[in-house]
């Protein structure tokens, strides 16, 4: 069973929150909404140069600090606490989980040493139009021209896609398999920003017309490598929904003792201790699932599925639940532009379908479990 973390690891941590809290301030998320990028380039460029962050599991032949998924899970639950504002999700987890599990050593050596540099940026083209997360979800077309592929469809909530370089993006073949490819922003591809819900994580409507594609692994082998990296994404995630879900609860708690009526802190009437101790129950549960789907990413192949699954479905609930309750506590003012607690309840609600809902994640656990 996964083990607490390490003294290296508690000093990594405490390193990464230092970075992450004088960085991204509730006034640098603010601004950074405003703007189409949605994110700070010398931010970026630092997080690779001083901390090596997005080469955190890249091998050292490419470039990268050759850690685990372990270290990988702080860092993403430190990003979460704080709503920071950066392709790390789309580049890190997505896209660059997608070249390292399809075992191409061709792509991983052109490709993988610019994101752990900070120099690249990418994305993952999916799901396709239908908005579906599993094998159905792949509606892209590959179609042979001379030695190379050209891909056409489209991928309308690409996460960071208004930003990529490279697209990871899963097609169909003429005989309809589904296999991985490579696609460079530029000829045949366009990408369309969208202001959605929440505006700390960028989206954009992403489409292929015979863009020129590289092969990404094996031949018709793409859909077992992409549910791998599905599964790695929702351990990601639920990382990220365990350090807002905290961050909600201790804001919480900090306006319980400091707002006062009938001449005490609200938070010592009874009804409000109990609500905040039900989403601490809910909080520290989810911290414990994601710890544990991290260390299954990291040294527990064969419990992945299953443990990625649980924690999905924990996690994105208990993002909403603090979430929630933390603007309840602030009353009506919790949802004026003033008070942070709104940036996070709307993060909440849109993480519930970043990929699949908790329902979705609940059906693939009960399936993996044989149910």
Not at 240 to 264: D, I, T
């Amino acid at each position: 069973m996964f083990a607490p973390l390490t003294a290296d690891q508690q000093e990594f941590q405490a390193l990464v929150r230092d970075f992450m809290t004088r960085k991204s301030t509730e006034a640098e998320v603010r601004r950074l909404m405003e703007t189409e990028e949605g994110y700070d380039p010398e931010v970026w460029r630092r997080m690779a140069e001083e901390l090596g962050l997005q080469g955190l599991v890249i091998g050292e032949e490419h470039g990268g600090q050759g850690a685990g998924w372990i270290e990988l899970g702080v860092v993403l639950e430190e990003m979460g606490r704080v709503l920071l504002c950066a392709p790390f999700l789309s580049t890190v987890v997505l896209a660059g989980s997608a070249i390292l599990e399809a075992g191409d050593p061709d792509a991983a050596a052109a490709r993988l040493p610019g994101i752990a540099r900070g120099q690249t940026i990418a994305a993952l083209a999916f799901p396709g139009e239908n908005g579906r997360w599993d094998a159905a979800g792949v509606t892209a077309r590959a179609v042979r021209d001379g030695d190379g592929r050209r891909i056409s469809g489209a991928a309308p909530a690409t996460i960071d896609g208004h930003v990529a370089d490279v697209f990871v993006v899963p097609a169909r073949g003429e005989d309809g398999a589904i296999s991985l490819f490579l696609v460079d922003r530029g000829d045949g591809v366009q990408t369309r920003p969208l202001r959605t819900l929440d505006l700390t994580r960028k989206v954009a409507d992403v489409t292929f017309a015979g863009a020129p594609a590289q092969p990404l692994g094996e031949p018709g082998a793409g859909w077992p490598v992409l549910e791998r990296v599905l599964a790695l994404a929702a351990v990601g995630l639920a990382a990220e929904q365990a350090g807002g879900a905290r961050a909600a609860l201790e804001m919480s708690v900090a306006y319980l003792k400091e707002r006062v009526q009938f001449g005490q802190p609200i938070g010592a009437f009874q009804a409000l201790k109990h609500m905040a101790a039900d989403v601490l129950v809910e909080v520290e549960s989810a911290s414990s699932a994601a710890a544990y789907a991290r260390w299954a990413a990291a040294e527990a192949r064969e419990e992945l599925p299953a443990a990625a699954a649980l924690a999905a479905a924990f996690c994105t609930e208990a993002f909403v639940t603090a979430a929630h309750q933390n603007i309840q506590f602030h009353g009506g003012m919790g949802f004026t532009w003033e008070v942070p607690a709104h940036l996070y309840f709307k993060r909440a609600r849109a993480d519930e379908i970043l990929l699949g809902d908790a329902q979705h994640h609940r059906e693939l656990l009960a399936r993996r479990l044989g149910l």
